[in-house]
């Protein structure tokens, strides 16, 4: 019992466990950005695509593309962890553009979800994919790590 107490309050997890952790965190937090949000801006599973909002009054084309990559393309590279801190900016920009534009006058319960993925990916973007992820096998390879 004393043992499982000492693992529950380490405060400074293994580098395997970390690494599982980055892993298994970064996967289930684009999975369910790509499920919750890209694939409903697609049309898939709804009755209707959703309208993608531009608030930067952005040209429509672009602000499509953008919205659909950040929410669609750009978690894939995430979770394969390919370039992955330069994949999460998109990411970043969408989620911080709905926070802090599209709903910062919005109730709490609306504008958490912007917040909250912005606060996961910024994690993400200061951690890094860690070692279980193509960035590190590539720079592994080509002696950067």
């Known amino acids: 019992m004393k043992k499982i ?43 209707e695509a959703e309208v993608i909002p531009n608030p930067l009054h952005l040209p429509e084309a672009f602000n499509s593309l953008f919205a659909d990559a950040a929410n669609l393309v750009f978690p894939l590279f995430v979770i394969v962890g390919l370039f992955t801190r330069i994949a999460i900016l998109p990411i970043l920009a969408v989620t911080l553009t709905g926070y802090f534009v599209l709903h910062f006058h919005d109730a709490p319960l609306i504008k958490d979800t912007p917040y909250i993925y912005s606060l996961n990916y910024l994690l993400l973007l200061v951690m890094g994919p860690g070692r279980y992820s193509l960035d590190a096998y590539i720079f592994k390879r080509s002696g950067h790590l």
Do not use: C
């Open 5 to 47: 107490f000492q693992i529950i309050t380490r405060t400074n997890p293994s580098d395997k466990a970390q690494h599982w952790v980055l892993l298994v965190y970064r996967v289930l937090l684009s999975a369910e950005l790509i499920y919750a949000h890209g694939l409903k801006k697609m049309g898939v599973g709804v009755a």
